[in-house]
């Protein structure tokens, strides 16, 4: 029906998968039907909540994880052409999207009508694991094929820029999708036909509905409110009218470009009056109009840099690509970007910085006034009711050096610790410099650009005297002085980065006219394309057992049809939560008051303590209170968290109240409305060497586990060793960072019962802690998970009371509600791996034999003491043995409270500080022997040591790391790059190399008990099982886990999901092959057919369905060997791993896809760990400062190894395992720890060349900044000789 809307000038038309869609204001007593959006909707919202195609995900909801991208394309008003590209429309508004013709992950490929060759490329070369992430990766691969065709793999490398996975470790999806480029040999040709024969391929449009058959919908309506005011003019002077119009009376009117900014620092700005879109202006669309994207002005200036006067472009084009990704740049505009640091002074904006260098001018208007201004003149202008509509960039002269830097955190993806330009006028002949240069600096403070005196200090000078650069260093020195910015890095890194720049653009201006050891200083540090190999032995005898053949629910991940907790679709009057959370980390609540909150528009209720229907203490884990109480264990070390504070607040973010209102914008708006006083505030306790300084008793061994290891005296011996060393080391905690959010949906039932489905690793938990919470028999709550997207430890303890608040506020009004957390609340509120202080003495001889270790680990516990702390430390004492021989040792845990979350589970917990404390001391007595890390290692291998007693076990360990070992030495050509590592350090002053070594003897403790439910089916002989254990990337799903089959199962988690409920079926399949026995042809005649002995068995009454349990075994031990080569940049701290090989044995392989995939994702985990994830707090509150996806870093695929190369080993059987195979989802967490010890082995090169030889310890994370501290570069070593 046509709508009888009376504002029908601002309809919104466009399509999703060819379908039509509109956005029409509501008017009075008008008759249209549809959807209600309002100015701030975004696509992604409106994709997953009004149209129910949720294979388009969310995540960060700030341009950063790629979760949430969509192919869009649209008409350039400027060239009439159609452009294709990916964007993230978690950032773009719905009424922005006029004229769109919008793909989503759905509309390219399905299991009906078949999937698209990325679909099933991706899904067939092991690209997914959980596959929250899958459906973006594809959509952005599928925009690359739109607008490309084929594509070239550095184009395919920079497309999936944007693109976080937190499972795979990015080398099969880059893998997959590098066969869409020319460059694929003729056995990857075939593997993709075969993909896209098995997989019923449809080509590669996509358009797999035109919206013009019969029978197809009608299109379909949203709404906006009759007040809302959005303006999409197509002229120039009609968006100035506009602004002017629409802003009088003091409204605020946003203009609309990318809208990407929403990302940045205007995420959680209150809506506009009104928007004014400047997307369908001809003018700004042209070339270098303002509303030309950074893609497209990328694409421009490489064209550009062709030109006679423009050759700098090429460098400002090499810059840009390092803004945001390319989803972000295919919608953000250069003149948006200049707009946000107009707001935000400090913003360090690249695009500001390399247009002012350029020299750029503007023009700006407002009404039918026309001014034109340079760059930095429009940070002194209002911009009120103006409009920047273009900019020139004038030639610049081939005497003019152009160079610019970007200093950050991670490879890509981040904003800049410091970003500079610089343009020196520079005579090639002389080295003078002939005019004044231009030197810009951002990251340093919001009023700082020019370095203004050392301009002027080096004009006319010759940059090749040694005066001219202490000069020029000196007076830099006296005049960037860093503002503080606790959320990035500290003002003396940033200060001397701003040095360390000044110095390289001097090396790079001077080129060969520097002595040859110091011209890498003047280059990039760079990484070419990733590449890699993986090795594995298959036995055919086995198969499908060992067989490599990609996950059963792959394709269904990569079409986005594999629902995840969020994407089920909403139960009628289903309410949303989103939490109140405690802003200082260690004050009492004296009043909370959400009257404000309340008194909005669609808010239900806000739940706190009071409300709780049965108990507010939340049990982590209750099922061990009554066995260690068994075991006469203190009761009190039984974890205690509260659903919502009622009184002391312990930690900063720690849940007060639930906000539950009709949708989940209005109840992330209301919460932002309560009001929480607090008294008798106190300075938080954050770390261990604080909370140390109270307890000291956490330098003991600890109270809550007794436990400790003691081999020999390791006093006495430490006494007598030859050589005595001590040190201290330290990791930090880590953010699970599951790229999908803790999410949960509690419905209650006719008759009491609860149905809650939750994402979690435990559903047995889940259900318990609900139970307690809301006071209602287990009986009655049916607990249900289908899948996960990406758990790592984090949905165990963390879901429990996400669920029971949930629970809570369902009970409370008896309505269905889903709770559904944001990355800033779970980085605040959630628990996250153990952070520990490593203290030790150790007494070796020359050869580096360790004659003596006394060893103490101090775990940060959180708020009070927990039974996971409890397990760890029981744990960690035994790993730290690695495969060491431990002649004189003793290793004693400690622990501490401190005002944080209560720490919990992360991949390979324990292990892996355990390991790394082992290999720490291992290169500490190397450093101080000047020794090859390695020999010392060699030296006090456990392994193949006389000393030792054989037995079958250490027999088996001997043979298997004696063949690692000299397969990595020969294969990776240890010796050879040694020597050429040992030639580089002599050679680059400033770069330095080194490759350093890891074995590794992990122990899997297979503590799990796993039930199963299998069942034949009569009338076909089909089977169905459904078993205990939670998928989440390891191709562990069946049927869905619940508690009805599962009532007393346990926690997915430890890497032996997959073997437990593997036994745990095995052991149900004897119990029902046993009973089908009697039905099956006497031997010597010929086998019947299955489903004639199922039939007959059934008939006869046979029970055709086995419930069985497999409880707790022997643990085992997994082998593993890493090799990591890396080079780092010492003047700035950045890092490349140019090679690591990693060699782990998985037993024989139960699936060697899987396995090398998980092998590559817990390295890749593991790098995050030791190397980018960084927690910052504000000392006084003990706020998260890195709560986003903005400025919290796990790897991207450019952090990855250049080339990566992993190895199973040779099939070793593993009598423990199922089908003789081993744990991998966890152990190769542990050997990225050798990355760390590279960057330490390189710095410590470094500081040799500084005339500093003592060790110096590398915590973890070693982010850019801590390397570089930690090579002590001082002011006068910056010199040219
Ligand atoms: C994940 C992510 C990472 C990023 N990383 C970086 C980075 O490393 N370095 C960096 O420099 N930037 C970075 N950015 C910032 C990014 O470049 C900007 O968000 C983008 O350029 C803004 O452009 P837009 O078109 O989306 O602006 P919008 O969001 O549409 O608008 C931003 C502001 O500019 C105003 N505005 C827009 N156009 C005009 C105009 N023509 N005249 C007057 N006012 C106007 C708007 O009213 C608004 O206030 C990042 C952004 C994201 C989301
Ligand atoms: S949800 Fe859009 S980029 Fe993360
Ligand atoms: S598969 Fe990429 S996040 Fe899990």
Redo the contacts with the bound molecule.
Sequence with gaps: MAPTNAANDAAVSFSINSQPHKVLKRAAGDDVSGDDVTSTTTLAEYLRRHQQLPGTKTMCR???CGACVVNVTSVNPATGQPESRAV?SC?VPLQACGDWSIQTVEGIGNRKDGYHPVQARLAHMNGTQCGYCSPGMVMSMYSLLQSKGQPTPEQVEQAMD?NLCRCTGYRPILDAFKTFTGETDDSTKKLVRDIEEAAGCHGNSGANCKGTCAGCPRARTALTPAGSTWRVPSSLPQALADLSGLSVGGKT????????????L?KYEAPADGYVS?LKIPE?REVFG??V??SQLITELEKLSGSAGYRHCAEMARHLR????TP??N?????????????HRS???????LLTAARATLK?AEGRKMEEISVEKLYEIS?AN????SMKLPALDDKYIFKSY?I?PRAI????YV?AAFVVPCDSATGKVTERPTLLF?GISGQFVHAENTERFLTGRCLNEASTVSGALETLRGEVRPEPDPELADVSYRARLASHLLFKVMIHTLGDKVPAHLRSAGQDLTRDLMKGTQEFETDKTLWPVNQAIPKLEAEIQTSGEAEYLDDQHEAPGELHGYYVLATVGNAVISSIDASQALAMPGVQDFVTAKDVMGSNDNVLMGQFVTFFGALGLDGKMVPTDQLFADGRVRFCGQPIGLVVADNREVARRAAALVKVHYSQQERPVLTIKEALINQPEGRQQTKLCPANLKIGDADVALEQAPHRLSGEWEVGTQFHFTMEPQSVRVVPNEDGQLNVFSATQTIKDVVDAVSHAVNVPSNKINGQVRRIGGGYGGKITNSLPVASACAVAAVKLNRPVRVVLDIENMIDMCATRLPYLISYEAGYDDSGRLLALKMHLVMNLGHSNTLLGFIEAMDVIQRVKNLYHAEHWTVTPGTVTTNQCLYTACRAPGSVQAIAAIETVMNHIAHELRMDPWEVRKANFAVGNPKIPPTPQSEDANRVVSLMVSEMFEKADIMKRKADIDSFNKSNRWRKRALAMLPMNYHVAMMSKMVTLVSIYDKDGSVAVSHGGVEMGQGLNTKPNNTLVNPNGFVTGGSVGSEMCSLAVRQACDQLKERLKPFRAPEGEPERPWQQVVQMASMMGTNLTAHTLRPWSQGYSVWGLTAAEVELDVLTGEYRFNRVDVYEDAGQSLSPWIDVGQVEGAFTMGMGLFLTEQYRYDPETGRKLTNR??NYYPPTHKDMPRDFRVKLLKNNKNDVGIFNSKATGEPAVCMSHACLLAIQQAVAEARRDAGLNDWVTINAPSTVEYTETACETKPEMLVLS
């Design positions: 700030e341009g950063m993230n950032m944007g009117i946003r203009l609309v470009a990318g809208n990407t900014s929403t990302g940045v205007d400047l700004l303002a509303a994207t950074l390092l803004v945001a990704n972000v740049r919608a953000a505009t250069w003149a948006g970007n200049l707009m946000i640091k107009y707001k913003f360090p904006s690249d695009v500001f910085l700006i911009m103006k409009i920047i509509i970007k950050t993806s981040a904003h800049a970003n951002g996806a903005w």
